[in-house]
């Protein structure tokens, strides 16, 4: 049997381990959860109790890269991990995030060149590399206007204080939230010309009523998901399950 995780903080109702047992049914893995509230914890498990690998969620994606040998490049770009591999002591790092944001924008055909993205976390990270792969200008907003502008001087991008997001919705039409409760001032906001990607997926913010187009967080969870399985596994997964249990949670 090959012990696999997710590491985080207040993550039961997850679906990450659902997701697993759907993509690969069959025996040959363990995907368990690694609840902790704190990182230095979370890491004596998973090195002690005999797991091959990882994934990463809040609040740790930072956290856990100073127990990193190797870091891919999206990792070192982004300045977080979201999946870790453990091999003969070697710990190395990997971030598919990357994907939870640019495959769902290219499944919906987005055709927008600027995007406001909301945050300043790990999730915002990977946010702003994949847009700018996409050749789309990026402008962040955050609740903290001071992460916000350091963050956006980190990736050579543009930033606005909070109180402006009223004004940036008026002329940005891409919306990517990666935070899990409302910012101030979006109440007053109607975003029935928008596009908006969530990354929450738990108890999200937004729903299709409230949106020109809207991708939810299941979305984002099941394309960096995929491409992490087979990273673990060296298998395809089976999209088509995961899916379906996407959907009926």
């Known amino acids: 049997m090959k012990k696999l995780a997710l590491i985080g903080s207040n993550i039961s109702h997850s679906l990450s ?3 697993f047992r759907a993509a690969y049914n069959n025996s040959m ?3 368990d959860l690694i609840d902790s509230p704190t990182v230095e914890e979370a890491m004596e498990i998973f090195m002690s109790e005999g797991y091959l690998g990882a994934n990463v969620t809040s609040p740790f994606k930072e956290s856990v890269l100073k127990y990193c040998t190797n870091q891919d490049p999206f990792v070192s770009k982004i300045g977080a991990t979201n999946l870790i591999l453990l091999d003969r002591g070697t710990i190395h790092c990997h971030n598919t995030d990357y994907y939870g944001v640019k495959n769902p924008l290219e499944v919906a055909m987005v055709k927008d060149r600027r995007a406001l993205v909301v945050g300043a976390g790990g999730a915002a990270k990977a ?3 994949a847009l700018q792969e996409m050749k789309i200008d990026v402008t962040l907003i955050n609740r903290t206007d001071s992460k916000a502008r350091d963050l956006a001087k980190a990736f050579r991008t543009e930033w606005l204080p909070v ?7 008026e002329e940005i039409k891409l919306i990517v939230y990666t935070i899990d409760a409302p910012i ?3 109440e007053r906001v109607s975003l029935m010309q928008h596009t908006v990607l969530e990354a929450n997926y738990k108890t999200p913010l937004f729903s299709d009523k409230m949106c020109n187009i809207y991708i939810s967080g299941k979305e984002w969870l099941i394309s960096q998901a995929i491409p992490s399985f087979k990273l673990f596994t060296e298998m395809e997964p089976d999209r088509k399950a995961m899916y379906e249990v996407a959907v009926n949670c």
């Open 17 to 19: 381990p659902a997701l």
């Open 29 to 31: 893995f363990t995907y």
């Open 127 to 129: 946010a702003i590399i």
């Open 163 to 169: 109180e402006k997001i009223e004004r940036a919705t």
């Open 184 to 186: 101030a001032g979006l």
